[in-house]
């Protein structure tokens, strides 16, 4: 099996920066794409950013391009999202997935292994 750890949450103002991070332990090579998600109240999960753990291709949702960056050291298992000018929408829990399959990277489907998340709360 694979664990996924995420931190790196907590509250902001907008305008401001956080760096999640996710780390990685069990089956690693279980994975081929790690994605970024967030949940926010009443609403679906969206995928946000999503990297190929052995390549450097890249996915970033709309809503975030040219804000967050995701990046990864492969040899520490570990991943992250730097987001920076959050804005109040930006709030929500997120998460870091897994999955095997070779779907596009802005498929946001076969994601077998999750973490348990961590919450971003950017107020206004």
């Known amino acids: 099996q694979v664990q996924l750890a995420e931190s790196g949450g907590g509250l902001v103002q907008a305008g401001g920066s956080l760096n999640l991070s996710c780390v990685i332990s069990?089956?690693?090579?279980?994975?081929?794409?790690i994605g970024w998600f967030r949940q926010a109240p009443g609403k679906e999960r969206e995928l946000v950013a999503a990297i190929k753990y052995t390549s450097d291709d890249i996915y970033y949702a709309d809503s975030v391009k040219g804000r967050f960056a995701i990046s990864k050291e492969f040899f520490k298992s570990t991943l992250w999202l730097q987001m920076n000018a959050l804005r109040p929408e930006d709030t929500g829990i997120y998460f870091c997935?897994?999955?095997?399959?070779?779907?596009?990277?802005?498929?946001?489907?076969?994601?077998?292994?999750w973490g348990q998340g961590t919450q971003v709360t950017v107020s206004s």
């Open positions: 069990g089956r690693v090579y279980f994975t081929t794409v």
């Open positions: 997935a897994g999955r095997q399959s070779e779907l596009p990277l802005a498929a946001p489907r076969d994601y077998a292994y």
